[in-house]
């Protein structure tokens, strides 16, 4: 066990009512933590019974609850370190993107690619598989090469690609970290990670709107190379709008973008919102005027409350190669999903080599879903959606809402086996282990749970 200094130690809140980004989940944990220090983190996890760790609040279940003790670690002191020579930089975990984008911007580097939410937190977008988008970017979970986290008895545990060090027990090769990175918490407090960046690049971001829906499906792999970063947004009321966001060369040339009546739609003369009449001033800047990688990239600007505010949120990663059928699928639905949905979005994410990854060992598509924030209407067109997108391999993101996709989807994880074999060597007794997670990864000899 670890000592901690009693004047130092942070006193537990008993009675603190935490509820999550969208209002849809009240967390219900015996006490709530926000440690100063990795000593207090450490002494902390090795005393409680049962724990889990909090981000930003920004997932849309109960993938971060608990009815033990619940750890939050906004506390910890930020830190960005850069090596230029590697081209990475070690980074609290716990530090929201947007601060971590404008430390390495002032040091002249960048994330290779950003969620559209730059409030969350770097820990929590890998543990659950966010990601930006572009053909060739992987989810934020690919650029970690490092990652330090706290163990049930409160050890120090320390995983690069292919290298353990547990505390001072073992040293030497192992295979685990590929299993950690997307992690959903499973498996301790992350608090440190280093990430791959690159020189810092300069975005420009055009909007294209009244595109129909079927040239999207029809001219799907155009649509998504003719950008760095290329978002697709619908209704599903037969029009969609396509965001390209294009890299700007050092010199300040761009390459050369689609023409004004590209793909039957109109480029837009004046800012625009993904959702369709809402107030732009919390959108990053558009009308192809070049800005930072960090001030273009994500959708929304880190001053503003993001996207709609009051929402639910689902995702599906299918296989690229089934990507026109699955949007064509879920079109048929249309009658269904319009009146409950705010906005849907397509993004393309690389593949990576993540156990847990829903871009594990495939280029994917994803379709997410800002609907309504009221369940019960909600729920009808989200089972239809899951009834036409399972079938096609899709994968629901870790951190959004569902019904059966994650336990339906497990079987297309090829290593879902040795997770299971990972949690039980790093945790044999569950410490982090909370409903959510037993329901898919049980403890030994114990029944499956199922999820809150």
């Keep these: 066990m670890v000592s901690v200094d009693s004047e130092h130690r942070e006193t537990p809140t008993m009675t603190e009512q935490i509820r999550n980004w969208a209002g849809n989940v009240e967390f219900r944990p015996v006490r709530s933590h926000h440690p100063g220090s990795l000593d207090e983190l450490r002494s902390l996890i090795a005393e409680a019974a049962s724990v889990r760790v909090l981000g930003t609040g920004h997932s849309f279940n ?28 070690t980074v609290t975990a716990g530090m929201r993107l947007a601060e971590l984008a404008s430390r ?64 001072d027990l073992t040293r030497g090769e192992s295979p685990d970290f590929d299993g950690a990175v997307v992690g959903l918490g499973a498996l301790g407090a992350v608090t440190r990670m280093t990430v791959d960046v690159v020189p810092t690049f300069d975005v420009a971001q055009y909007v294209y709107q009244a ?28 029009e969609a709008s396509v965001w390209l966001k294009v890299k700007v060369s050092p010199d300040g040339t761009q390459p050369r973008r689609p023409g004004s009546d590209w793909l039957g739609g109109r480029l837009a003369d004046r800012p625009a919102h993904p959702i369709p009449g809402m107030a732009t001033e919390n959108c990053t800047e558009q009308l192809g005027i070049p800005g930072p990688w960090h001030e273009r990239l994500p959708h929304f600007r ?105 336990k339906a989807a497990l079987a297309t994880y090829d290593k879902a086996a040795d997770f299971q074999a990972l949690l039980d060597r790093h945790d044999p007794d569950g410490k982090f282990r909370n409903t959510f997670v037993r329901s898919l990864f049980p403890l030994p000899g114990a029944p499956v749970a199922r999820p809150r």
């Design 302 to 406: 880190p001053d503003f409350t993001p996207s709609a505010g009051a929402e639910l949120q689902s995702e599906f990663f299918v296989p690229r190669s089934r990507a026109a059928e699955a949007i064509a699928a879920v079109r048929d639905l249309g009658p269904l999903i319009a009146p409950v949905v705010q906005i849907s979005e397509f993004r393309t994410v690389a593949a990576d080599d993540l156990w847990l990854s829903p871009a594990h060992h495939r280029d994917s598509l994803t379709i997410h879903f800002t609907w309504l924030p009221d369940r019960s209407a909600v729920e009808p067109a989200l089972a239809e959606v899951e009834r036409v997108l399972l079938p096609l391999g899709a994968r629901p993101h870790w951190g959004k809402v569902f019904l059966g996709g994650p």
């Design 104 to 167: 390495l911007h002032a040091a002249g580097f960048a994330l290779a690619a950003l969620p559209s939410l730059p409030h969350i937190s770097l820990a929590g977008a890998c543990a659950t598989g966010t990601h930006g988008s572009g053909d060739g970017n992987q989810g934020l979970a690919g650029l970690v090469r490092g990652m330090q986290f706290v163990g049930p008895s409160g050890d120090v545990v320390e995983l690069t690609r292919g290298d353990l060090t547990r505390g």
């Design 211 to 238: 595109v129909p829906l079927q040239e999207v499906i029809t001219r799907l792999d155009e649509v998504f190379s003719a950008a760095y970063s290329v978002s697709v947004f619908t209704g599903w009321r037969g």
């Design 62 to 89: 109960r993938l971060a609850d608990t009815a033990g003790d619940l750890v939050t670690l906004d506390r910890l002191p930020p830190q960005v370190q850069v090596d230029s020579d590697a081209r990475t930089a």
